[in-house]
Nanobody, 121 residues
Framework: VQLQASGGGLVQAGGSLRLSCASS????????MYWFRQAPGKEREFVAV????????YYADSVKGRFTISRDNAKNTVYLEMDSLKPQDTAIYYC???????????????WGQGTQVTVSS
């Protein structure tokens, strides 16, 4: 499985961005899909996950109510809709895939290359 994240950019606080992560694998629909982020000088942190079977979703407390994760298995793509962005959301955002849904885990089966999101105040 190869993952390609896109959609990052520069946005003002309060604005919105939509990240996409396209997978080249034929088994995309059987993977839980994650978004992580890493801000400068900080460790990578979990943002959101969506299951492959029942599409259950979980979010970090810091983004709950502002971010929405979704997936389109027909397009092998997972999305992260980010609204009401804050300067503290500035980070490189990574998508990842894993055969299991494990909130809090960091050892994913596959990682994308990351896309930069910068939120100006």
């Amino acid at each position: 499985v190869q993952l390609q994240a896109s959609g990052g950019g520069l946005v003002q606080a309060g604005g919105s961005l939509r990240l996409s992560c396209a997978s080249s694998g034929r088994t995309f629909s059987t993977y839980a899909m994650y978004w992580f982020r890493q801000a400068p000088g900080k460790e990578r942190e979990f943002v959101a996950v969506i299951g492959w079977r029942d599409r259950s979703t979980y979010y970090a407390d810091s983004v709950k109510g502002r971010f929405t994760i979704s997936r389109d298995n027909a397009k092998n793509t997972v999305y992260l809709e980010m609204d009401s962005l804050k300067p503290q959301d500035t980070a490189i955002y990574y998508c990842a895939a894993d055969r299991t849904l494990r909130v809090g885990a960091n050892d994913m089966d596959y990682w994308g290359q990351g896309t930069q999101v910068t939120v100006s105040s």
